[in-house]
């Protein structure tokens, strides 16, 4: 924890008990919680204190949280967490695409938050001490080597197809993140059809059952169901 | 306004229309004292079975001098008989006419009418209703007589050759029969009635009057040729059989007029008979439509019926005219040029206007087709298009195809009114339906939020008193209850995206495996102690869902299997392709689901009394009824059934997707 003592949090929420309840669990694991309640206060703050993690409710008050994020990710590379109380996705991957980088859904639990807080938290600390340009990448039996080109598990080689290999190579490099429908189909394919959703699918499950130790419990690569995938580091 | 209150009736003129060239000269002037009067003008025409043997020039003047009267704001009427002023006093006397404007047209006496006793139209106006004023208006380039003149014209008209070789023919039998008489010797008497005989027949099986004058004197030369010494000649030596000849041309004269009439006359019975049989029909036909649609068509294909052409019907729709209709008369479809942008605009005018428009009025008449508006007092419901190819529509069409309108407007005013009501009833069930859910929700609210709200406020006042279990009972309570009421959030959420009808489903390709496997991540902190195991197949299943509804329905139908199964049994979670369908099993090793419960156990409401959820939680019964409607929403189905040796399997099946897999 004491990484995590240092670390400082931006919380944008109005809702004054959800605020209460996010700062005293985030309080309770030793990280320092800043509190805002509108989004003009929320992009004041991180420009002037500079945190290591934003948490950031949607319905502001005065402006638009995607537009928070749009303005914030114009200068700073800073996780960014959103906060939905919708239950439509459209809203998620609206801000996922604006340069959010993870979300929670209300009503979500504290274990949930902090999970999410570490994972973005642990991601963001990599990517600034390690070269983004980094050779090779390992998470948990799994191990790739970019420069050569393949993967193994466990010490094994896996057989992958090129499409499977693009795939897992676009969700390693983003581990922790979560990656939309249409982001990865744009990255894999060029266009983002509901035929590439479905091959999608069908791809994501061939790859899981090649990397995952229980395919029918994947741990490695986490659904995010209407909204898209994420690799956990294990 | 005010003012027409205070008189018992209101002044009501009446001009008569007629196709005389100085019947416009009388329509002003009626117009002209409706003005001052400021009263109502009535324009009638009056159809005799003459009106029916009028040349196209008169025709012509007809529709001009009606449309003169529309135009100056009369309203047009129609009425049908032989007796013209009969029926001008009759309609004046239903509609309450005051005054009666008229012409000098046809009023001065004739010779006939001097011998015959026949009065003027005016006299007899007078005689048939004395109670109303009525208005000459002097006219001396008149010609003569307007119904002499236009007899005159029915017996000008030269007979077809099939009516003067039967003319012939009967006259020639005549003879043949009477020569017969002569060598039977027969009385003279009896070969002259022959002769009569022959020029009544001949005044029933042809039409117009020249056969019958033909028939006439050709009786009177073939009887005095054949029968009247010297044979053979026209001289006769007897005086006394001029007069012979005189009474004999006279009779069959008589006798041939007078029959001519009656077949007029059921010529025109006839016709009239067939107008009515077709609005009759109309009537009919319109009350067994059950769709606006067939409303529009049955008029149309009166319409066809009786004009033998073409017909368009737009229909209105939110204060715009919709979907255009087109029926055929022939077998020939016209409908590309009379469904023309332009021909629209101008049915369009008739919409917003309520006035009729194109061909034949002076409103736009360079269209094809003419436009009247299908209403009911200002309550326009379509328009109906009639394509005229250059024909006029004859007055006693006229009031017909009105009536039919007419007809149709009632018919399709009926049939939105049944809309509307239906739309209410749905309304209220809906009203209903919600205020019932509002009702059961708050009630099954009231429960969880005393016990989180009496946890919370124990937990904040008493700390100190209580020892650490009780403190984490009470923090379980709140969380379990908190826990609860999310679930029936969710549900809540899932039925007004369902059944409200104005969301649409957000339908994205989703593996069954990881919904399945989602739905499971969200309900794991809940089952106490109960397995679940989940059983793959290797086949790739794609479905095409809102993922967020199926999510809810297997989070329902796991956590039903928590609920009411004891802990430590097993929930098994399987999905199969069959045919065109995924299928869903989510299968329990319980106590399973009484009979009696299995045909209610998806209504909205329904909570068993037989099964005890096993952690006591209360049901609020909308679980199951949400999953039903999810299932059906996206067009498959979902049931109850045994499990073996024991427990219960929930089905449900989904519309499998075709993989298509781009490398």
Known sequence: MNNAAKSRILLVEDDLTVQNLVSTALDLHGYVVSKVCNGQAAIMDAVSHGPSLIMLDLGLPDIDGIEVITKIRSWSAVPIIVISARTEDSDKIAALDAGADDYLTKPFSVDELLARVRANLRRSSMTSSESTEASTFDNGPLHIDYAAGYATKDGSELSLTPTEYKLLVLLAKNVDKVLTHTFITREIWGTSWDSDLASLRVFMRTLRKKIEADPSHPKMIQTHMGVGYRMQRL | ?663
């Not at chain 2, 070969?191 to 020029?199: D, E």
């Not at chain 2, 019907?313 to 023309?340: D, I, M, P, Q, V």
């Not at chain 2, 209220?428 to 509002?438: C, D, T, V």
Request: glycine share 6%.
């Open chain 2, 1 to 663: 306004m005010l003012g027409n209150r205070d008189y018992y009736t209101r002044e009501r003129i009446l001009v008569c229309v007629s196709p005389a060239p100085t019947n416009p000269r009388i329509v002003r002037a009626a117009a002209r004292m409706a003005k001052a009067f400021r009263s109502e003008l009535v324009a009638l025409f009056v159809e005799s079975p003459h009106t029916q043997a009028m040349s196209d020039n008169e025709r012509t003047k007809l529709a001009a001098n009606i449309a003169l009267a529309e135009q100056l704001g009369a309203h047009m009427e129609t009425v049908y008989g032989d007796d013209i002023a009969f029926q001008i006093s009759e309609f004046a006397r239903l509609s309450g006419i005051s005054k009666i404007v008229m012409g000098r047209t046809g009023e001065r006496s004739s010779v006939r009418q001097a011998l015959f006793g026949r009065k003027s139209l005016v006299e007899q106006l007078i005689t048939f209703a004395p109670n109303l004023d009525i208005y000459i208006i002097p006219d001396q380039s008149t010609p003569p007589s307007r119904p002499k003149g236009r007899r005159r014209a029915l017996a000008l008209q030269p007979p077809s050759s099939r009516n003067v070789l039967r003319t012939l023919a009967l006259s020639l039998v005549a003879t043949a029969i009477g020569t017969a008489f002569r060598h039977l010797g027969f009385a003279d008497s009896s070969i002259i009635s022959l002769y009569i005989l022959t020029a009544l027949l001949t005044a029933v099986t042809t039409t117009g009057r020249i056969c019958t004058i033909v028939s006439s004197v050709l009786s009177v030369v073939l009887y005095n040729f054949c029968f009247v010494t010297p044979l053979f000649s026209l001289a006769s030596y007897d005086r006394s059989y001029l007069v012979t000849f005189g009474i004999m041309f006279a009779t069959a004269m008589v006798a041939g007029e007078l029959t001519a009439r009656i077949a007029d006359n059921a010529r025109t019975s006839a016709e009239n008979a067939f107008k009515t049989r077709v609005l009759l029909e109309t009537n009919q036909l319109l009350q067994q439509a059950h769709s606006a649609e067939e409303c529009a068509r049955v008029a149309m294909n009166q319409l066809i019926k009786l004009l033998k052409l073409d017909v368009v019907f737009y229909t209105a729709e939110h204060g715009t005219l919709g979907k255009a209709l087109y029926e055929s008369a022939g077998t020939e479809n016209r409908s590309a040029s009379l469904l023309t942008d332009y021909e629209r605009a101008v049915a369009t005018w008739t919409y917003t206007n309520n006035k009729r428009a194109g061909a034949s009025t002076r409103t736009l008449p360079e269209t094809r087709c003419l436009y009247l508006a299908v209403r009911t007092g200002d309550k326009v419901f379509g328009v109906i298009g009639i394509a005229l190819e250059g024909r006029e529509i004859e007055a006693f069409e006229h009031s017909i195809v009105l009536s039919i309108v007419g007809e149709c407007a009632l018919a399709l005013e009926s049939d939105r009114a049944a809309q509307e009501r239906e739309e209410a009833a749905v309304l209220a069930k809906n009203e209903q339906l919600r205020a019932n859910l509002l009702r059961s929700i708050g009630h099954d609210l009231r429960t969880p939020l005393t016990a989180i709200s009496g946890s919370a406020a124990i937990l904040r006042k008493s700390d100190e008193k209580l020892s650490l279990e009780q403190r984490c009972d009470l923090a379980d309570a709140i969380y379990d209850d908190s826990l609860w009421l999310i679930d029936t959030v969710e549900n809540l959420l899932a039925i007004t995206r369902v059944e409200d009808g104005t969301i649409r489903l957000n339908f994205t390709s989703e593996l069954i495996d990881e919904v399945i496997e989602a739905a499971l991540s969200h309900v794991a902190q809940a089952s106490h102690g109960h397995t679940v195991t989940i059983e793959h197949t290797d086949d790739i299943l794609l479905v095409r869902i809102d993922v967020h509804l199926i999510m809810q329905v297997l989070t329902n139908l796991i956590m039903n299997a928590f609920k009411y199964t004891p802990e430590d049994s097993t929930v098994t979670i399987s999905a199969r392709r069959e045919g065109a369908f995924v299928v869903v099993d989510v299968a329990d090793d319980g106590p399973g689901v009484a009979d009696c419960d299995k045909p209610h156990i998806f209504e909205r409401f329904f909570t068993s009394s037989n099964t005890q959820p096993v952690d006591s939680r209360r049901s609020i019964g909308l679980g199951l009824s949400l999953c039903r409607s999810i299932v059906e929403a996206h067009g498959g189905v979902i049931e109850v059934r045994d499990n073996h040796p024991h427990g219960a399997v929930f089905r449900f099946t989904l519309p499998a997707e075709e993989i298509e897999i781009h490398e």
